[in-house]
């Protein structure tokens, strides 16, 4: 689908954007404050905050024989529908659990056990979730799991890097569509491509928790088998994940209740205002599509909602490492190493440094006292995996979302040139 804007993220825009956000300026602990640490957990919509409190108070289930049992199922319904729409998935089923690393765990655990003997692809980006389901299980059916080797200068992987590893018994795929520590995206279509080549019935299973806040979902063009998000990653909340199932996914062998109907993929009652919640994400990014866009159709507003967050986060991401404003960027502070290069098109609004002199934590808290909140990835069970092979035992991660701004941009750079100056 053509992505056709008419405007961009522009400073009224903007304004009204960040409107729509919980805390968007301020902590409820610590007070004002810059928010650069969305790759941990996105602000949330005030319209999310809203409904969690509203299906927080309603007593009934759904499956009941009342009119709130009907409504919540309705709503239910309409929660998949929307998100059908979001991630282009007109085939399929969604669902939802209790994280996004729980269903990666659930959706590789029934690929690895369903599947006949042969082996299980992944790679050394892959966040935990996917890298330690696959392990476990493969050391359970006796599965071989071979990991490709990511790219360290890039922060990335690419179709040839797995079609170099994959062979015709290959059972099980996972692909990380976006890494959480160097920032960088994958073409996941394009390693599928490569991966069907050659194990075409190979259940594929995408962990795209990283890369949902920065629009550009397109599962119907993946051809791929699973897909799983956290809600509290893309404006929403904590307390659930969301997984997509292809119907040949579906179709395997998997674990319900025993007689239940139509082999579903839920334990027990669900949270009715989950599913809500989601759909206020969806009606978000409905809601800028038309902002930024003529279109009247509602995936094509979903799709230039995507392109304008997309074009607007880069900007963010070149400002700050090449300067905004009168603030000179880090790729002019001699002591600040980018990991995965300056000029990286992977980006997906996120910069992670080092600091010659200082150790990362030191710079996490001196920014912080400065009023700009990122974080510290160390090289541990979540981050070593890309850490361990820099020489680096942490970093400093800085991720943004479309609702930061240049100004704030420019407040982490003058931060950052006191931290380093006062180092030297």
């Known amino acids: 689908m053509t992505e056709q804007l008419t405007s961009e993220i522009n400073p009224q825009l903007l304004s009204e954007i960040r409107g729509r956000f919980a805390h968007v300026d301020s902590c409820p602990f610590e007070g004002e404050r810059v928010f650069f640490e969305n790759a941990g957990g996105a602000l949330t ?29 309705a709503l239910i319904n309409k929660a998949k529908a929307d998100m059908a729409v979001f991630f282009n998935a007109p085939e399929g089923q969604f669902f939802v659990g209790e994280s996004g690393t729980e269903l990666l765990f659930r959706l590789v655990r029934t690929a ?11 790679t050394t980006l892959e966040h935990p979730a996917t890298r330690s389901a696959a392990r476990h299980w493969c050391e359970v059916v006796g599965k071989d799991h071979v990991l490709v080797a990511h790219n360290d200068a890039t922060g990335s992987v690419t179709a040839a890097e797995y079609a170099a590893e994959v062979t015709p018994d290959t059972r099980v795929a996972t692909i990380l569509h976006t890494s959480p520590v160097t920032g960088m995206g994958v073409d996941v279509a394009a390693i599928a491509a490569a991966i069907r080549k050659v194990a075409p ?13 920065h629009g550009r979902l397109d599962i119907a063009s993946y051809d791929i088998d699973g897909y799983v998000v956290s809600p509290y990653k893309v404006f929403s909340r904590h307390g659930y994940g969301v997984a997509w199932v292809s119907d040949r996914l579906n179709a395997l062998k998997h674990e319900h209740l025993i007689d239940a109907p139509g082999d579903p993929w839920e334990f027990g009652t669900r949270d009715t205002g989950a599913y809500v919640t989601f759909s206020d ?25 995507g ?4 074009a607007y986060e880069k900007g963010l991401t070149d400002g700050m490492i090449h300067g ?49 909140r990122t974080h510290t990835r160390k ?8 850490l361990d092979p820099l020489g680096m035992e942490a970093a400093v991660r800085v991720s943004m979302c479309h609702y930061n701004s240049d100004a704030e941009v420019a407040q982490f750079l003058q931060a950052m040139r006191e931290i380093t100056e006062a180092a030297s």
């Open 45 to 73: 919509l005030n319209s999310v905050v809203e409904t969690s409190a509203k299906f927080a108070a309603i007593p009934d289930n759904q499956g009941r024989d009342n009119p709130a049992a009907h409504a919540l199922v």
């Open 201 to 213: 019935e190979c259940i594929i299973i995408v962990d795209g928790i990283q890369h949902a806040a």
């Open 324 to 372: 905004v404003g009168n603030q000179t960027g880090l790729a002019d502070m001699p002591s600040v190493t980018i990991i995965g290069g300056v000029d990286n098109p992977q980006r997906e609004g996120l910069v992670s440094i080092t600091v010659d002199g200082i150790a990362a934590p030191d710079v996490v808290t001196q920014l912080r006292e400065r009023g700009i």
């Open 112 to 122: 690895c056990v369903a599947t006949g003997a042969g082996r299980v692809l992944g």
């Open 307 to 310: 392109a304008a967050i997309h």
């Open 281 to 305: 994400v969806v009606d978000y990014f409905d809601w800028l599509g038309g902002e930024v866009s003529d279109a009247t159709d509602k995936r094509a507003r979903i799709v230039a909602a």
């Open 379 to 386: 090289a541990d069970h979540y981050s070593g995996n890309i």
